[in-house]
């Protein structure tokens, strides 16, 4: 079960739009439709953006949209705003009946 | 609202034992399946074990098998995790995770609760 790869960081400027990749393999993104995204503010609980790869939770900004293709799943974040500087992580069920986490990526808003 | 409590947590020896609670309200607890997380320090999330609805389905991630438990009550709302032979690498925060129902995602999160494996 090897943490799904994430690059370790991301920036963007106020209003532009940023993508997030997640890539794992045949055994877990590729096998199935169940990525989920999640963002984490240093210090509080991690919160659910996307699940089943482009699922958007209510109460879910729009400017969070999940993607996928092969083994690789994507989180684009629209309209980047101060807030969204935090720590994101995607997940995939696998074939094992398990959960992985990718390695996270630090967005930073310039 | 749903509230998940973690507790338990603390500063335990190596070799030792804990076991990490998870008071759950606001929701009917007996038909959602349930998870631990956690977050070692400077380090991402990690998933360690998942129960079914009912606890008859149980699952771990390969690094803690064999030396966690999970398990849950439900007629008393919550979730476990008992951690056996403590190593310095299980210090971290341990999340308690709700799963949303019927769909494969992680929706609610408790704040979690420190663990700090120190002799």
């Known amino acids: 079960q090897s943490a799904l790869t994430q690059p370790a960081s991301v920036s963007g400027s106020p209003g532009q739009s940023i993508t997030i990749s997640c890539t794992g393999t045949?055994?877990?993104?590729?096998?199935?439709?169940?990525v989920s995204w999640y963002q984490h503010h240093p210090g509080k609980a991690p919160k659910l953006l996307i699940y089943?790869?482009?699922h958007r939770p209510s109460g879910v900004s729009n400017r969070f949209s999940g993607s996928k293709s092969g083994n690789t799943a994507s989180l684009t974040i629209s309209g980047l705003q101060a807030d969204d500087e935090a720590d994101y992580y995607c997940?995939?069920?696998?074939?094992?009946?398990?959960?992985?986490f990718g390695t996270g990526t630090k967005v930073t808003v310039l | 609202q749903v509230l998940l409590v973690e507790s338990g947590g603390g500063v335990a020896q190596p070799w030792r034992s804990l076991r990490l609670s998870c008071a759950a309200s606001?929701?009917?607890?007996?038909?959602?399946?349930m998870h631990w997380v956690r977050q070692a320090p400077g380090k991402g999330l990690e998933w360690l074990a998942h129960?079914?609805?009912?606890?008859?389905?149980?699952d771990y991630a390969d690094s803690v098998k064999g030396r966690f438990t999970i398990s849950r009550d439900n007629p008393k709302n919550t979730l476990y995790l008992q951690i056996d032979s403590l190593r310095p690498e299980d210090t971290g925060v341990y999340y308690c995770?709700?799963?949303?129902?019927?769909?494969?995602?992680?929706?609610?999160w408790g704040q979690g609760t420190l663990v700090t494996v120190s002799s």
């Open positions: 089943e790869v482009n």
């Open positions: 997940n995939s069920y696998t074939t094992s009946d398990s959960r992985v």
């Open positions: 129960a079914s609805f009912d606890a008859s389905k149980t």
């Open positions: 045949r055994s877990d993104i590729r096998a199935f439709n169940y």
């Open positions: 606001g929701f009917p607890f007996y038909t959602y399946a």
């Open positions: 995770v709700r799963e949303i129902l019927g769909r494969i995602g992680f929706d609610y």
